[in-house]
């Protein structure tokens, strides 16, 4: 069964940084593509950041250079760095992932993990 669960969320002022991490369960023979969403109040889900098994990652254009998305698949984790964080950052963040590359809908999510950028 495969799981994903979020931690790192939280507070944090304009410039700060959080890191937040998914940590998965149940992919024990191959490494899926794990993606980072975010959605804001008011706002419909975004696509934040995205990491193929082989470890080519994307993002959209708000968060490059910001962001840093990577995965240790000895922990079974993937992280997102973000750095000079700005209030329209803020949102709930979801990790998720699906078999095969990163194009295409997700299969499994976590419950998401809060992170507020105050100015």
């Known amino acids: 069964q495969v799981q994903l669960a979020e931690s790192g969320g939280g507070s944090v002022q304009a410039g700060g940084s959080l890191r937040l991490s998914c940590a998965t369960s149940?992919?024990?023979?191959?490494?899926?593509?794990v993606g980072w969403f975010r959605q804001a109040p008011g706002k419909e889900r975004e696509e934040v950041a995205t990491i193929e098994g082989s470890g080519r990652p994307r993002y959209i254009d708000s968060v490059k250079g910001r962001f840093i998305i990577s995965q240790d698949k000895a922990k079974k984790t993937v992280a997102l760095q973000m750095n000079s964080l700005k209030p329209e950052d803020t949102g709930m963040y979801s990790c998720?992932?699906?078999?095969?590359?990163?194009?295409?809908?997700?299969?499994?999510w976590g419950q998401g993990t809060q992170v507020t950028v105050s100015s």
């Open positions: 149940g992919f024990t023979y191959s490494w899926p593509c």
């Open positions: 998720a992932a699906r078999w095969g590359p990163c194009i295409g809908a997700f299969s499994y």
